[in-house]
């Protein structure tokens, strides 16, 4: 069924691209990392598309593989993945429509303390964990589409966009879960043209539900005690947590927000830059058979600003970009039966990196950059007196080498990083420890105050050959990741993928 | 231009790494705990210090231990807001107990308190009377096999037996002796008629009369199982050290057999259930049915061991068509005696409280007297989560117990043995399950050395 419907999709989303991208825009320049990251900044954000864009298409598809000891207590110690991604938009005259659509398996081995579908990354509590080391399948979809209209030729457009996501992961060990999450979301939306600066803004309304079932092949780990990894615990913030509580739960996520973007030109100079604001509410129910008058058992406030700021400048001898990204999380629960708020999340993330491509129209071609991330973590759990407050930064630097030709194109980059550990406080009272603390919040403090070093390696070929209307992209990644400590802990990555320009 | 760009940066990140801590959240609560005695049962200054004070929080079983203070009194500075089941053992030494009260005993002397589903949202302070909880009989419990087998590779909920022991150094005779299932509500709602720890209010049952308190003096029962005797009392003697075991169906559940309706009843793995075919008492209770509701067909499992004595059933509820112990641990197990010139047959039946409308159909529960019990187990679930209001007073067990695997894990619960003397095991009696007991991985009605916790 699944695959029907990712099937389906992939026809419906990659095919109008492919086929409309007859005047894909430099084609050629398929390497062209500041072009690309430009348009897709603006795919499904009219108001960012750069002026000279009139249709984009891309399709890749790519295995992903990380393994090692170096992660939080709630990721896998292996994860494999294999993933595709195709987007595109075009210009039909006074119609703009755009697509992405992604699509993921992912298969986790050894991933303990996480029976969810969701990133270990997630704020939201009102989940399941188990101590036991357990195989994962998990699989699913984001769909996203978009039409805008201009209703007053360079002046005014009208825009809906839609927004759907399906997901679903199972266990292959008790306790193994199976997750289920639907989500669909609508998106209005007004575009303004003043020559070549343009400002749009969209509303954002969606809805979902995840389902979340536990169960046992041996019905005994479900009824008793006596293999401690296998009980099921719900997480309800961070420590407080019930015991073999219900087999099943459901959420509601209900979400509203708006992002208001703005593009414009002058000269050599491209300004993109998104504004998003957004306020979600989750209902945490363990009543699956009724979908109204529910029994609430949470619920979990979130307020998101995301804040995206792109500045790309290209001459014929160089072309430089520097990215800002912000963004800021910040959530509450509400307890029914301690008829209180008892946790509190809140997660910043900052980012900004400058590049530069030089000799862009040379056969020997050069990039060079640098970025800085922090990562911030805050939670509190108040019953259970849990705090924690983490700040990761991370430095890096990058070089990249190209070799063009008419034909074909290489690109070799590597990119060294070092991860610093920033503000590392936490808070776990000795009379409040359980298996929450030892299995998942211990272990994240260790792990969050770890130093660490680490390289990427890319290689890129491009060959015009083998499709005549499109390039065809080929590259390898492979990523290391050691930390500074007495006994050194290491992660690895590696990626292999494909791509088409279209 | 370019420094006014800095500030407006500079501003938004401290706008977004800045953590605002200010919000009205939950907090540890804090509980304080005064101990006090029962000036009907203690006139005399009994030392309050070193009390074991025991917390579990019933959303995750997280348990917090402590010792009173010279003044009976503790305090838990840190506590997880949430619902709590109190728990109080004070023992006081023989010669200390003798020396205080004037009376001469030569075993150690327990007082206790325990209260379930105690709400601890904000900080709370309790005073805990403690109830004189003395060993009272020389018949115990030894094991206690209520969770059953594997359901469908094993015996399921049909090999369930209890073994009942004689831990005093005299023969005792089972003659008359009784072994009854008391009941409870079987869930931790709120309501009517109910007590603070959400446990029936049985004072409150239609027409309930009598001397004494309805829920601290009785136990209520659904299943009475009376040991035959003769004329003399002396049918069934049991040595020092030895016991009995009185199983559901005593045969070998370790190969297939006949049910009551002429279909087999197979079975998947023998090591999973037991041989309960020496058993030395069968619960066998269709001519009871028959007696009280003629006519009705009999329960397929309610299988009869012509070799094994029947005990007499002497009352039971109508849903429960065999001694079929619940294995999710919802169901408190007693033994007592009844006294000379009293018929167990006539102790008094009330329907629960919260049942107003009394008629011929309504369920009732036999209530027994606490003087008449001579030793009595709180089983719980082994999930905190999943325990139900607990059933025994506490003057007759002042804890409670359960095995770790729960339900058809085949584990069953076996009472220590505290020493053994001139080769009897003389086993550990405190009136509190919850260190009196131990489990077995799998239950064994040999009565050998492996059947025994040393």
């Known amino acids: 069924m699944y695959g029907r419907i990712c099937i389906l999709l992939l026809v419906l989303f990659s095919g109008p691209a492919s086929l409309l991208a007859q005047d894909t825009i430099r084609a050629e320049s398929i390497m062209d990392s500041h072009l690309h990251r430009s348009i897709r900044m603006g795919i499904l954000l009219p108001a960012l598309a750069p002026d000279d864009s009139t249709s984009y298409g891309w399709l890749d598809l790519r295995f992903d593989q990380e393994t090692g000891d170096f992660h939080r207590a709630q990721q896998a110690f292996s994860k494999s993945a294999i993933r595709l991604h195709t987007m595109g938009f075009n210009q039909l005259g006074r119609f703009r429509v755009a697509g992405d659509f992604r699509f993921e398996q992912v298969k986790e081995d050894s991933l303990a303390n996480l029976l969810s579908g969701e990133g270990f990354d997630d704020l939201r509590p009102y989940y399941y964990f188990a101590t036991k080391h357990s195989h994962y399948t998990k699989q699913g979809f984001l769909a996203r589409a978009r039409i805008d209209y201009e209703l007053i030729r360079n002046k005014l457009a009208l825009g809906l966009g839609i927004r759907h996501r399906t997901y679903w992961a199972a266990g292959t060990v008790d306790p193994r879960p199976r997750v289920e999450l639907f989500n669909l979301e609508l998106s209005p939306g007004v575009l303004l043209i003043f020559d070549q600066t343009k400002v749009g803004l969209d509303f954002r309304w969606a809805r979902g539900t995840e389902d979340i079932h536990v169960t046992y092949k041996n019905r005994n780990y479900g009824t008793g005690i006596s293999d401690p990894s296998r009980i099921r615990y719900i997480n309800l913030g961070y420590g407080t947590m019930s015991t073999l509580d219900t087999a099943s739960l459901r959420k509601y996520n209900d979400l509203t927000g708006l992002s208001l973007s703005f593009k414009t030109e002058w000269q050599d100079w491209l300004l993109q830059s998104v504004f998003v604001y957004e306020k979600s509410r989750q209902y945490n129910s363990h009543n699956i058979v009724r979908r109204s008058n529910y029994y609430i058992r949470s619920s979990f406030d979130l307020e998101t600003i995301d804040t995206r700021i792109l500045i790309s400048k290209e001459t014929e001898k160089m072309a430089q970009q520097i990215g800002l990204a912000l963004t800021w999380q910040d959530g509450q629960d509400f307890s029914t039966a301690l008829a209180r708020t008892n946790y509190l999340a809140r997660a910043s993330d900052m980012a900004a990196d400058y590049s530069v491509h030089l000799r862009k129209r040379h056969r020997l071609q050069y990039e060079l950059g640098m970025k800085w991330a922090l990562d911030r973590d805050y939670r509190k759990d108040g019953g259970q007196a849990h705090e924690i407050d983490y700040s990761v930064h991370t430095f890096g630097l990058s070089g990249g080498l190209h070799l063009a030709g008419v034909k074909q194109h290489y690109r070799f980059s590597v990119s060294p990083y070092y991860r610093h550990p920033g503000r590392v406080e936490a808070s776990f009272p000795v009379t409040q420890l359980n298996i929450f603390s030892e299995a998942v919040a211990i272990p994240d403090f260790i792990y969050a105050g770890a130093k660490a070093m680490g390289l990427d390696l890319r290689m890129d070929y491009v060959d015009k050959n083998i499709f005549k209307s499109y390039e065809t992209v080929f590259y390898l990644q492979y990523g290391h990741l050691r930390s500074a400590e007495k006994i050194s802990r290491t992660r690895n990555y590696f990626q292999a993928g494909m791509a088409l320009g279209l | ?454």
């Open chain 2, 1 to 454: 231009m370019k420094t006014k760009f800095i500030y407006i940066l500079a501003f938004g990140v401290l706008f977004i790494t800045s953590c605002r801590k200010d919000k009205d959240i939950s907090q540890p609560v804090a509980l304080s705990i005064q101990l006090e005695t029962n000036p009907e049962e203690v006139s005399f200054d009994l030392p309050l210090a070193g009390a074991e004070i025991t917390l579990v929080n019933k959303a995750n079983g997280a348990e917090y231990k402590a010792v009173s203070n010279a003044g009976g009194q503790y305090a838990f500075s840190s506590l997880a807001p949430g619902t709590y089941t109190i728990s109080v053992l004070l023992t006081i030494d023989a010669q200390l107990y003798t020396e205080r009260s004037g009376n001469y005993t030569d075993k150690s002397v327990s007082f206790s308190y325990t209260m379930d589903n105690v709400s601890l949202l904000d900080d709370t302070s309790i005073t805990a009377i403690l109830s004189l909880s003395s060993q009272v009989g020389d018949w115990v419990f030894k094991q206690i096999y209520n969770y059953g087998s594997n359901t469908s590779q094993g015996a399921s909920f049909r090999d369930v037996f209890v073994e009942i022991y004689n831990n005093s150094n005299t023969t005792l005779y089972a003659d008359s002796l009784i072994f009854a299932i008391s009941y409870g509500k079987a869930n931790n709602n709120t309501g009517s008629y109910l007590l603070d720890n959400l446990q029936f209010d049985w004072s409150q049952s239609i027409g309930m009369t009598g001397p004494g308190d309805a829920n601290k003096d009785y136990v209520y029962a659904k299943a009475v199982y009376m040991i035959p005797s003769n004329d003399t009392g002396n049918r069934y003697p049991v040595a020092p050290g030895k016991s009995i075991i009185l199983a559901q169906t005593a045969i070998d559940h370790t190969k297939p057999y006949v049910a009551a309706d002429g279909r087999e009843v197979g079975i998947g793995d023998a090591e999973l259930t037991i041989d309960l075919s020496k058993a030395d008492f069968e619960a066998y209770q269709y001519p009871y049915e028959q007696k009280t509701q003629p006519g009705r067909a009999q329960y397929r499992f309610d299988v009869d061991n012509p070799d094994v004595t029947d005990v007499e059933v002497i009352y039971s509820i109508s849903g429960n068509r065999d001694m079929v112990l619940n294995p999710q641990g919802r169901e408190s197990f007693i033994i007592f005696k009844a006294p000379a010139g009293k018929d167990p047959n006539t102790l008094p039946l009330y329907a629960v409280p919260t049942d107003r409308d009394i008629n011929a159909e309504t369920t009732v529960y036999q209530q027994i007297p606490v003087s008449y019990i001579l030793d009595g187990v709180e089983v719980h679930h082994p999930i905190a989560t999943s325990r139900l209001p607990r059933r025994l007073p506490v003057s007759v067990d002042a804890g409670f117990t359960f095995a770790p695997g729960g339900q058809y894990s085949g584990q069953s619960l076996v009472r220590r043995t505290k020493e053994v003397f001139a080769g009897r095991r003389i086993l550990q009696d405190t009136n509190n399950s919850s260190v009196d007991f131990g489990y077995l991985e799998k239950a064994d009605p040999s009565k050998g050395n492996s059947s025994f916790i040393d």
